[in-house]
C-alpha cells in the first residue's frame, strides 16, 4: 500500500542564526518615529478646499504649523491613541482625544475588524466551512481539472468578500494527497490554494480588510467602484484557473515536466488514495481556539444526520451545516447589497439620487450586522452559551493584530496632519499627476504601490498609511477615488501572491513541501500575465471615470 499522506503539520520555526522579516506592527512602529522626524524637516504647508473638504489644485501654500517641540512629542506619544478615537478640530484642523468635531481616529473599522473576526471564528467552529470544502473535494475526486476549477473558485469568492487567506493553511492535508492521487505534482495543489485564495483578495469586491479599510481611508463607500472589481474578478480568476489546469495536465501527461519533482510515495498515491483518508477528514488547522475545536470535536460524533457517504467518504453535511453555510451566504451577499451605491451603479452617475431602498450602510452598521450574525451562526448550530461566548471573545482577539495595525497606521497620518506636511507630500508629487493622462496615472499608483506593500505586508496597514496621499492625488488627475482603492489593493494582491513575507505563502510551500524557488518558477509567467491585465483594468476603469 502506498504510504498515506503526513498528517497537516503547522511549519516549524526555522533554527539557527538568520534575519528574520520584522512583523507589520514593528515596521509601522518605526514608519512612526521616522515620520515624526522628517515632520521637522517638511516644510508645513496648505491647500485650499472645496466644499467636499478635497484639496483644490494649484492653491498650494507654505503656512506655520505653529507645533512647538512639546506639542510634537505629545502628537508622537498620543499617536496610537489618537489613531483609534483621535478627533479632528473643525477650526484647527488639528487631530486630539480631547477635541470637539469629527471622529479622525479609525475606531470604527477596528470594531469592525473584531466583529468580523468573531464572525469568521465562530463559523469555522461549527465546522461547517471546512467540511463542506471537503465534500467539494471528496465529490471531485475522480475530475481533476473540475477539483482545481470548484476549489479556486470557492478560495476566491471567500477571498474576495471577505479576505480569506491565512485560513487556506488548514486545507494542505486535504487537497495535497487529493492531487497527488489523480496524477499531479504538489505545485498543482499549492497553487490551487494560494492562487485561489490570492485571485480573490487581490481583486476584493467588499473585503473588509482590503477594499473596506482603504475605502475608509479614502472616503468613499465600500461599494463604490464594485463593477469593476467584479469584472475584474471574473476574468482574473479564470485565467488563473485555467493556468493551473494547464499545467496539472502537462504533469499528468509527462511527470517529467513538473517544476518540483515528486517525492517518495508520491507517484505511488496516483489513484489509490483511499476515500477514507485524507479527504474524509475535515481540514485542520482552521482558525479556532483549542476549546472551539475540542468541543466541535466532541459534539461532531453526535451530530443528527450526518451518515457516512458511500464509499467510507467524509460525512455528509448535516442539516445544521447546511443552516450555517446558507446564513454565510445570506450575510454576506446582505453586506453587499448594504453598501453597494445602487443607484450610481446603475445608472453610471456618480451624483445620482439615491433610491429609496438604499441602505448606504458603513463600518458602524456592518459591525452591528456580523456581531449580530456571530449569535445567530451559534444559535443555529447550537454551541451553546458559554461555548459561543469564549469563541467570539478568541475570534475578536485572533483579529486584534491587523486591528491594531490600522490604528497604528492611522496614527502615523495623524502626525502628519497635527505637523501638516501631509499637503507638503501632495504638492511635491503634484506636478507629476498634473497633465498625466487618467490611465497612466492609474497604473503609476499600481506600480508605485508594489514596494510598499513589500514593506509592509499587512493588507489594512498598508491602505491605512497610503490612502491619505492617494486618494487627494486621484481628485488632481481626475480619476475617482474608487479605481485608486482598486489599483492600491491590486498592488497589494499581486505582491502577497510570490514575496516572502507573507506567511501564506511561505506557510504554504512548507506545508505542501515544495521549495519556495521552485514555486517562484511556477507562478512566474502567472505574475507577468496578472501584471498586465490588471494594467488594463485599471487604465480602462480610470478612462471610464
Known amino acids: 500500500m502506498p504510504s498515506p ?4 503539520e503547522e511549519p516549524a520555526p526555522h533554527k539557527g542564526a538568520g534575519l528574520r522579516f520584522p512583523s507589520a506592527l514593528t515596521i509601522l512602529a518605526i514608519v512612526t518615529v521616522a515620520v515624526w522626524i522628517l515632520a521637522f524637516v517638511i516644510p508645513s504647508g496648505a491647500y485650499d478646499r472645496n466644499a467636499d473638504g478635497a484639496p483644490v489644485e494649484g492653491t498650494y501654500h507654505r503656512v506655520d504649523s505653529g507645533r512647538s517641540f512639546v506639542d510634537r512629542l505629545n502628537d508622537l506619544f498620543l499617536s496610537p491613541v489618537n489613531g483609534l478615537y483621535g478627533v479632528q478640530d473643525a477650526k484647527t484642523g488639528q487631530v486630539g482625544p480631547t477635541l470637539a468635531g469629527e471622529l479622525y481616529g479609525s475606531a470604527g473599522v477596528f470594531l469592525f475588524v473584531l466583529a468580523i473576526g ?16 471537503g465534500l467539494l473535494a471528496h465529490r471531485l475526486r475522480e475530475r481533476g481539472a473540475l477539483l482545481i476549477a470548484g476549489v479556486m473558485t470557492v478560495f476566491s469568492v471567500l477571498g474576495t ?5 491565512e485560513e487556506t493553511l488548514g486545507f494542505y492535508g486535504l487537497i495535497v494527497p487529493l492531487m497527488l492521487a489523480l496524477g499531479y505534482d504538489r505545485l498543482v495543489a499549492t497553487g490551487t490554494i494560494i492562487v485561489g485564495a490570492g485571485i480573490g483578495v487581490l481583486c476584493s469586491t467588499v473585503n473588509p480588510f482590503a477594499t473596506g479599510v482603504a475605502s475608509s481611508a479614502a472616503g468613499i463607500s465600500l461599494g463604490d467602484g464594485i463593477v469593476l472589481r467584479f469584472v475584474m474578478w471574473v476574468v482574473l480568476t479564470a485565467v488563473s484557473i485555467l493556468y493551473v489546469v494547464r499545467y496539472g495536465r502537462r504533469v499528468q501527461r509527462d511527470p517529467s515536466k513538473s517544476l518540483s519533482g515528486f517525492l517518495p510515495g508520491d507517484r505511488e498515491q496516483r489513484r489509490t488514495e483511499s476515500a477514507d483518508g485524507p479527504a474524509g477528514t475535515p481540514a485542520p488547522g482552521s482558525p479556532v481556539s483549542p476549546k472551539a475545536r475540542e468541543a466541535r470535536e466532541a459534539r461532531e460524533p453526535e451530530s443528527p444526520g450526518a451518515p457516512p457517504a458511500a464509499g467510507g467518504g467524509p460525512p455528509e453535511l448535516t442539516r445544521t ?13 446582505f453586506m453587499i447589497f448594504s453598501v453597494v451605491p445602487w443607484s450610481s451603479a446603475l ?6 439620487t439615491p433610491y429609496g431602498w438604499e441602505l448606504g450602510w458603513s463600518f ?13 451562526v451559534g444559535v443555529a448550530a447550537r454551541l451553546g452559551e458559554a461555548e459561543l461566548s469564549s469563541t ?14 490600522i490604528v497604528l497606521a492611522r496614527g502615523v497620518t495623524v502626525i502628519m496632519n497635527n505637523s501638516q506636511i501631509t499637503d507638503t507630500v501632495l504638492h511635491s508629487i503634484e506636478g507629476v499627476v498634473r497633465g498625466a493622462p487618467s490611465a497612466l496615472f492609474a ?3 499600481f506600480v508605485v504601490n508594489l514596494p510598499l506593500a513589500f514593506l509592509i505586508p499587512s493588507t489594512s496597514g498598508h491602505a491605512t498609511l497610503a490612502m491619505p496621499i492617494l486618494a487627494p492625488l486621484a481628485d488632481f488627475a481626475g480619476v475617482s477615488r474608487a479605481v485608486v482603492v482598486t489599483a492600491w489593493q491590486a498592488a497589494s494582491g499581486w505582491m502577497n501572491l510570490w514575496v516572502p513575507t507573507t506567511a501564506v505563502t511561505i506557510g504554504g510551500v512548507a506545508l505542501a513541501k515544495v521549495g519556495y524557488n521552485k514555486y517562484l518558477r511556477f507562478v512566474a509567467p502567472l505574475l507577468a500575465i496578472l501584471f498586465v491585465l490588471i494594467c488594463a483594468f485599471v487604465a480602462a476603469g480610470a478612462a471610464l471615470t
Request: no cysteine; hydrophobic share 65%; glycine share 6%.
Open 347 to 352: 445608472t453610471g452617475k456618480a451624483d445620482a
Open 364 to 376: 458602524p452598521q456592518l459591525a452591528a450586522l456580523f456581531l449580530v450574525a456571530a449569535v445567530l
Open 118 to 133: 468573531a464572525f469568521i471564528t465562530v463559523v469555522f467552529a461549527t465546522g461547517a466551512l471546512d467540511r463542506g470544502i
Open 5 to 8: 499522506e503526513p498528517p497537516f
Open 321 to 333: 451545516h447546511k443552516l450555517v453555510l446558507t446564513l454565510l451566504t445570506l450575510v454576506f451577499a
Open 443 to 445: 497604473v503609476m499608483v
Open 392 to 405: 467570539i471573545i478568541q475570534g475578536a482577539a485572533d483579529f486584534i493584530s491587523p486591528a491594531l495595525v
Open 161 to 165: 468578500v471577505e479576505g480569506f487567506a
